[in-house]
C-alpha cells in the first residue's frame, strides 16, 4: 500500500564514512525545516569521519553537507 506510514520515534545514533581524505571544518545536517550541527571526530591514520548523535528520524529524509 503506497498510502501506508511507518511511525517510529527511532533516530539516527550515528554516521561513520569511510576514506574521507581530510576533516571536514563544518559539518551540516538538514532535516525537513530543522538545521544542526552534529558533533564529528576525525580519525586521520583511518581517514574515518564519524559524525555522533545527527539526530534525524529514521523515516525522514535529510542532507548530510560536509565543508
Known amino acids: 500500500d503506497?498510502?501506508?506510514k511507518f511511525e517510529t520515534d527511532a533516530w539516527i545514533e550515528r554516521i561513520v564514512i569511510l576514506g574521507y581524505p581530510k576533516?571536514?571544518?563544518?559539518?551540516?545536517?538538514?532535516s525537513g525545516d530543522k538545521q544542526a550541527n552534529?558533533?564529528?571526530n576525525y580519525q586521520e591514520?583511518?581517514?574515518a569521519?564519524?559524525?555522533r548523535r545527527p539526530g534525524p528520524s529514521v523515516t525522514t529524509d535529510w542532507t548530510l553537507t560536509l565543508s
Open 2 to 4: 503506497s498510502t501506508s
Open 23 to 30: 576533516n571536514p571544518s563544518h559539518v551540516v545536517i538538514n
Open 38 to 40: 552534529p558533533i564529528h
Open 45 to 47: 591514520a583511518s581517514q
Open 49 to 51: 569521519l564519524i559524525i
